[in-house]
C-alpha cells in the first residue's frame, strides 16, 4: 500500500513576534483542525520533513506538534509520521444549536435518529416544560457525529403538539432550525453544565471506554411568549468537547 501523501500546509510565522515560534505554530495548527482544513486522518510528515517544508527548525516543530499529541489532537505514528485524530469542539455558552457551531466550524455534522415518539411526561420533563405530569411530550434521542465520529447523545422533550417532526428531517438538519421554520422564536434558556463517568451503555455509543469523563447538559427553552418549548438532557465526549465562557467584571 503506497504512504499517504502529507497534507498541503500553508502557515506562516512572524519571526518579530515576541509570540514564540511552536506557539504560532501550534495555534495555526489547532486552528485548521478544529475548521477542517486538516481532516481526521490527516497526514503531517515527520518533524524533519514538516521542520523543511515550514522553514522552522526540528526542535521549534517538535514542540509545536508535543503539545497538539498533549492535547490529543495529533499522534505519532511509526513509519508515517504524525497524523490529526480530531479535533475538539469549544463551544460557545449561548442559545444556538450544536448542529449549527458544528457546521460553522466546518466538523461536518451528521445526525442518527434512535429514536423519535411520544410518551407519558416524567416528573422532571413536566416541571421542566411547566405541564402536568402525565401529559404527552415528543422524546427525541439523537447520536451527533462529526466526521463519521459520535460526538454526542442527545435527547430533547418537546411538548406533544408543538411541532410535526419526522426522524428524516431530524437527520438532514439541527432542532432549533426545523422550530424556527414553523414559526417557533427562541428567546432565552435555562441551563446547567456538569460532568461525570459514562456508563458502559454510554460508552459503546459514544465510542468511549466505561468510566471514561462526560460533560452533561441540562436545557429548558423558551419562546418569546415565556413558554417553555424544548427541554434538553444532553451528554458529550469530554475529549472532543468543550465549552467556553466569556466572564465580566462586574463595574
Avoid: W
Avoid at 58 to 79: E, M, N
Avoid at 203 to 220: D, H, K, S
Wanted: aromatic share 6%.
Amino acid at each position: 500500500m503506497p504512504k499517504p501523501e502529507p497534507a498541503s500546509l500553508d502557515f506562516a510565522v512572524d519571526r518579530s513576534s515576541p509570540v514564540p515560534l511552536y506557539y504560532q505554530l501550534a495555534q495555526q495548527l489547532e486552528s485548521a483542525i478544529e475548521h477542517g482544513r486538516l481532516a481526521p486522518g490527516s497526514l503531517l510528515g515527520n518533524e524533519i520533513e514538516l521542520a523543511g517544508r515550514l522553514g522552522l527548525s526540528r526542535p521549534t516543530v517538535r514542540q509545536a506538534i508535543q503539545s497538539l499529541v498533549d492535547k490529543g489532537l495529533l499522534v505519532r505514528r511509526r513509519g508515517i509520521g504524525t497524523q490529526v485524530v480530531h479535533s475538539q469542539v469549544k463551544r460557545p455558552l449561548e442559545l444556538s444549536s450544536l448542529y449549527d457551531d458544528l457546521q460553522a466550524a466546518g466538523q461536518s455534522p451528521a445526525t442518527r435518529v434512535l429514536r423519535n415518539e411520544t410518551e407519558p411526561a416524567s416528573a422532571e420533563v413536566a416541571a421542566a416544560l411547566g405541564i402536568a405530569e402525565g401529559g404527552e411530550v415528543q422524546v427525541i434521542e439523537r447520536l451527533r457525529l462529526t466526521h463519521g465520529e459520535p460526538m454526542a447523545y442527545l435527547c430533547n422533550y418537546l411538548p406533544a403538539e408543538l411541532l410535526d417532526l419526522d426522524s428524516e428531517r431530524l437527520e438532514q438538519t439541527g432542532l432549533y432550525r426545523l422550530m424556527r421554520a414553523a414559526g417557533i422564536t427562541l428567546h432565552s434558556a435555562r441551563q446547567a453544565v456538569g460532568a461525570r463517568n459514562a456508563s458502559a451503555q454510554e460508552g459503546e455509543q459514544l465510542t468511549e471506554p466505561e468510566g471514561a469523563a462526560l460533560l452533561t447538559m441540562q436545557r429548558t427553552t423558551y419562546d418569546d411568549t415565556g413558554r417553555a418549548v424544548e427541554y434538553g438532557t444532553h451528554i458529550y465526549r469530554a475529549s472532543r468537547y468543550a465549552f467556553e465562557f466569556q466572564l465580566l467584571v462586574r463595574p
